[in-house]
């Protein structure tokens, strides 16, 4: 059995699970083999092995059911439900380094958790780790209440201590422009809370009680609005709402709620980013208000249509451009003041589909826990593994540690808003969004996005002139042509970078991959020695991260130019901390095969070997062969990287696509230009397989250009 943690309550509603999420989440991002097991059930839905899938792509076996653990209990058959609970979780950990177990919450008629809790410790030799929320106390009392919890788990060996999480812990609310209208699902203790702003006093105040207690602190949580926030789906389903119009409901949060039954004048001073608009079905000019507002870009999360009455049809049609716009409309037979309230007793759970929330809530606590607590875990591993959540982890670390200013050209796009707020926010980069300030501060505010003055607004208008003549001389054109191209932001960006303004560029979000590539061709250009620009992906694997290239640049390229595109592909790999162990890729992967792939691909394996042998190269080698060892035993043993490939080199573009397809829920990061003299990035293929890039994606394209421009130029060259 692998090191064992037992993450228990020492209270109700601590958001346990939650915690749970965000220490396998800091393990994973240590490189730790990390499993999670659930021994014994939750009443109603089992909602921690899902969660714990989404998060870390962990399986964890069925627990024993709660009216199974509880009869065994009843009958005084501990020794049997303590075999049962280790052979549960000896088939989560087979393979692991560290075991997180979820503890027994408590439920209303159920007394008996600690005690199970207790045996769950003793029966697999478990450090305990107790989660607490202070629910109002000071930092004394919580730790008291704690420190009791602790004792009811009896002596502990000699030497050990024991950890404690303090979850949600809130320094109350701010001024609130809601006043008693606010019915939200975050009214109460998460309303209007400024407890993300906890500060170093009251995190070391919660730090010392917990000391004075001899209970190890191992983070301190501030509670968080935006983790707490439900979609508007979640809303429908928990009112059992009738679904006037989707839009856009399975991502749009409801972050407060609005009663609106006062005349328009005053009802739209409440119509603000993330606020769920009710309002009696019959009141068309409040209806028609919010499609408007809506319409004109402001985010607000939805219409709820109260007391089982429905705007009649001209009224939806004139409504129609925002509902096919996004904008969610919902109906009830409640009236307004009963279905507000039913919102405001939401259950705060994340629901087991919502993986938007389980990875905010997953880093939210993972970046607050003890990095040398950590640490001492994760000197358990053997080798250390590299995770997609590690591979993200070492990537913004690196990106922070760069400081590099970085362009977005599609300034006033709502996703590089959002984009260039989360990644100012978390130190990534120094980003400048260009184009109209004033229109770019405007659809922030209608989307709810807080633009901080680190962000800097570059005025294209202004600022392109002064590139008139430096453009003349590079691209040998005449100063209308090249006034005529600095009305495009992305050149406008790419002179900046060329001449050491700036340190590298993201593009893509609306502009095509030849828009944002061309001026970098033009005026930046390869490196010296470099034939082409090529690009890579980054497939993050449960336990891995493999390099594929070329999948969206070079559509079929020659033997010369895999061979650039191999070499190009291994120094990337090499720039991220991957081991580089190129596989050249063929569709037969017989090397004495015929036809004219097999052919390609050997010369260029040749060639690539001639021109670095330092690498590892080999080649032909199908895919199966080069990703699976178990197949690379049977078809290629005397391969010398099969099995055992870190970059992947395909034939053609389309042989890279349906490789893409082929890797099931592995996490993409890409893609990432290589090639060039400085790093520009587009953003036309990222994320889950071929769909349009969320923010999230362009965050992390933001952290590989930093990247790529720390290093001096695109990493491949």
Request: glycine share 8%.
């Amino acid at each position: 059995m692998p090191r064992t943690l037992l993450v228990a309550p020492a209270g109700r509603h601590v958001g346990l699970s939650t915690v749970c999420l965000g220490v396998v989440r800091a393990l994973d991002r240590q490189g730790v083999r990390v499993a999670f097991a659930k021994p014994i059930a939750a009443p109603g839905e089992e909602r921690s092995a899902p969660l714990m899938k989404l998060a870390a792509r962990l399986h964890p076996p069925e627990p024993i059911a709660r009216q199974t653990a509880e009869e065994l209990l009843a009958a005084g058959h501990d020794r049997t439900l303590a075999e049962q609970v280790i052979a549960v979780c000896g088939r989560s950990s087979e393979g692991a380094d560290v075991l997180v177990v979820e503890g027994m919450v408590p439920e209303w008629r159920m007394v008996f958790s600690t005690r199970v809790n207790a045996l769950v410790m003793r029966a697999l030799d478990a450090e305990l780790l107790l989660v607490g929320s202070p629910r109002e106390q000071t930092p004394s009392q919580i730790a008291e209440s704690v420190s009791m919890a602790a004792r009811g788990y009896g002596p502990l060996a000699e030497g050990c201590a024991v950890g404690c999480v303090l979850n949600r812990v809130c320094i109350g609310p701010e001024r609130s422009d809601y006043h008693s209208e606010n019915f939200g699902p975050l009214y109460g203790e998460c309303g209007d809370c400024r407890g993300f702003k906890l500060g170093r006093i009251e995190g070391e105040a919660y730090t010392r009680a917990l000391e004075a207690e001899e209970l190890r602190p191992l983070a301190v949580v501030p509670c968080a609005m935006e983790l707490a926030a439900p979609r508007v789906r979640d809303v429908a389903v928990a009112l059992g709402a009738r679904v006037l119009s989707e839009g856009d409901y399975a991502r749009r949060r409801v972050r407060n709620v609005a009663l609106c039954g006062m005349t328009v004048q005053n009802a739209v001073r409440y119509f603000k980013p993330g606020v769920l608009v009710v309002t009696p079905g019959d009141r068309s000019d409040i209806v028609l208000a919010a499609a408007l507002a809506a319409q004109g870009g402001m985010t607000v999360a939805g219409l709820l249509l109260t007391g089982g009455l429905v705007p009649g049809e001209d009224v939806l049609a004139l409504c129609r451009r925002a509902l096919d716009a996004g904008l969610p409309m919902l109906a009830v037979e409640d009236g307004s003041y009963a279905a507000a309230a039913k919102i405001g007793a939401m259950n705060h759970g994340i629901p087991a589909d919502d993986a938007e929330r389980v990875e905010l809530s997953a880093d939210f606590v993972a970046d607050r826990i003890d990095p040398a607590w950590l640490q001492s875990l994760a000197g358990t591993t053997r080798v250390p593994r590299l995770s997609p959540p590690a591979f993200r982890h070492r990537m913004f670390e690196r990106a922070r540690a760069s400081g590099k200013r970085i362009l977005l050209p599609e300034g006033s796009e709502p996703r590089i808003i959002a984009a260039a707020s989360l990644a100012q926010a978390r130190g990534i980069a120094r980003c400048v969004l260009m184009g109209k300030p004033d229109e770019i501060r405007e659809i922030a505010w209608k989307q709810g996005v807080a633009l901080t003055p680190s962000i800097e607004l570059l005025d294209v208008a202004k600022v392109a002139p002064s590139y008139l003549a430096a453009l003349v001389e590079r691209g040998k054109t005449t100063p209308e042509l090249a006034l005529r191209e600095l009305d495009d932001s992305v050149m406008v960006g790419t002179m900046m970078i060329s001449r050491g303004e700036a340190d590298g560029l993201v593009s893509g979000a609306l502009h095509t991959r030849a828009h944002t590539i061309r001026p970098a061709l033009q005026v930046v250009k390869t490196v010296p020695g470099c034939k082409l620009v090529s690009c890579v992906l980054f497939m993050c694997l449960p336990d891995q991260v493999l390099v594929f290239g070329d999948c969206a640049v070079n559509s079929n390229p020659t033997a010369e130019e895999l061979a650039d595109i191999a070499i190009q592909s291994a120094e990337s790999a090499r720039a991220f901390s991957i081991p580089p162990r190129v596989a050249m890729l063929a569709g037969s992967g017989d090397p004495d095969g015929a036809g004219e792939e097999v052919e390609k691909v050997a010369k260029a394996t040749e060639l690539a070997k001639a021109l670095r042998p330092d690498l590892a190269i080999d080649g032909p080698l199908r895919y199966e062969v080069a990703i699976m060892p178990d197949v690379a035993r049977q078809k290629a043993a005397r391969a010398p990287l099969a099995g055992r490939a870190t970059v992947f080199v395909f034939p053609t573009g389309e042989a890279a696509r349906e490789a893409v397809q082929r890797c099931g829920d592995a996490v993409i990061i890409g893609p990432m230009m290589q090639g060039l003299a400085r790093p520009v990035n587009d953003l036309g293929y990222l994320g889950s397989r071929l769909r349009s890039c969320q923010v999230e994606d362009i965050v992390l394209a933001i952290a590989l250009t930093a990247i790529q421009a720390e290093q001096g130029a695109a990493p491949g060259t």
